[in-house]
């Protein structure tokens, strides 16, 4: 480490902004009892800047689902102190237009989101443009930001060219520590590519699997897996003249597996195939009282190794000055 990036990354690791990410109670929420205001709970006693939740995190009991719980979620946020980010899985209208009401009553600051389009990828990518063209009019007054995250079937150069398309400011890019890697690239490619764009990370561990010509990922508990935590972590707080990466988000996802979408044999307009938004699974026999115990304790446990890793880097910002 060099003098300049050890200067840079102190404060930076001093002032992170680490979100708790609502997949990391995903089976709590989808089979559980876990509503969206116990989540503003967890991250408050984690001492978190934020939350990243999806619109339909708690099934009937969801912001989506049940709008009549939004303002009182908007309400307790506000009076943690907790910064909202909404998440939804595709790029159609009707899904970005329900995200977006969401988000207004929350009083989030940001929707994520990600192209669930079939088809060549050249159509993927023109489908993926004009859905996300229609930003500047479902929100107008450009009131929120808007987070294109890559996710297993594009590419990072691909991603970067409909940003570009798009052409809107408020538009920029999510970083996930694994979702390249189904995608054929790894996470310090894929990294290289998206940098100047990258806004905001979601954090998780990974183990990286042959599947057919390709890679698969089965995601697990941080720092059990194939990710160089430390040394994304790193790039990414580097990013930047001022701290470019707004929210890190800890996603704990053990256990969830996604399958090999692009491959070494690729012609060159490969077709995606239609897909299902991101589930986990419980094994055969597995109870769930207990596997609900465990993922909340996972979560906690995620966000308690991060800020061990980042204190780490920062110890050897120090000795770098010193």
């Known amino acids: 480490m060099n003098r300049h990036d050890a200067a840079r990354l102190i404060p930076r690791i001093q002032g992170v902004r680490l979100f708790a990410h609502a997949y990391a109670w995903h089976l709590n929420f989808r089979l559980g009892s876990a509503m969206p205001i116990d989540f503003l709970r967890f991250a408050d006693q984690q001492r978190m800047a934020g939350v990243k939740i999806h619109v339909e995190d708690g099934e009937a009991r969801s912001l989506l689902h049940a709008p009549d719980t939004r303002a009182g979620f908007g309400a307790l946020a506000q009076a943690l102190g907790l910064e909202v980010h909404i998440e939804t899985s595709a790029t ?40 996300l063209r229609r930003l500047t009019v479902l929100d107008p007054k450009g009131s929120l930001d808007f987070l294109l995250e890559q996710h297993e079937d594009l590419t990072s150069r691909e991603l970067v060219a409909i940003l570009q398309a798009v052409d809107n400011p408020r538009l920029t890019l999510l970083y996930d520590f694994a979702n390249m890697i189904n995608a054929f690239e790894t996470p310090e490619a894929a990294l290289a590519r998206m940098a100047p764009h990258v806004t905001d990370v979601h954090i998780k ?62 012609p060159p307009d490969p077709v995606i195939p239609m897909r299902a938004a991101s589930t986990t699974l419980l094994a055969p026999g597995e109870d769930l009282d207990t596997r609900l115990g465990q993922e909340r304790h996972e979560a906690t446990a ?6 061990r890793i980042l204190s780490g880097i920062a110890d050897e910002a120090r000795t770098a000055l010193s």
Request: glycine letters at 8%; a negative charge; one cysteine or more.
């Open 205 to 266: 561990d990974a183990v990286i699997l042959a599947d057919r010509d390709g890679f698969a990922h089965r995601a697990c508990r941080t720092g059990e897996g194939d990710i160089d935590i430390k040394g994304l972590l790193t790039r990414l707080l580097l990013l930047g003249e001022a701290p470019q990466v707004r929210a890190f988000g800890c996603e704990e996802e053990n256990g969830m597996f996604a399958p090999a979408y692009r491959f070494a044999s690729d």
């Open 92 to 131: 159609d209208e009707a899904t970005l237009r329900a995200a977006i009401q969401v988000a207004r009553d929350t009083g989030a600051t940001s929707v994520r989101c990600y192209p669930r389009h079939a088809g060549p990828v050249s159509q993927v990518m023109a489908q993926t443009i004009a859905d």
């Open 302 to 307: 995620q966000i308690a190794t991060i800020r």
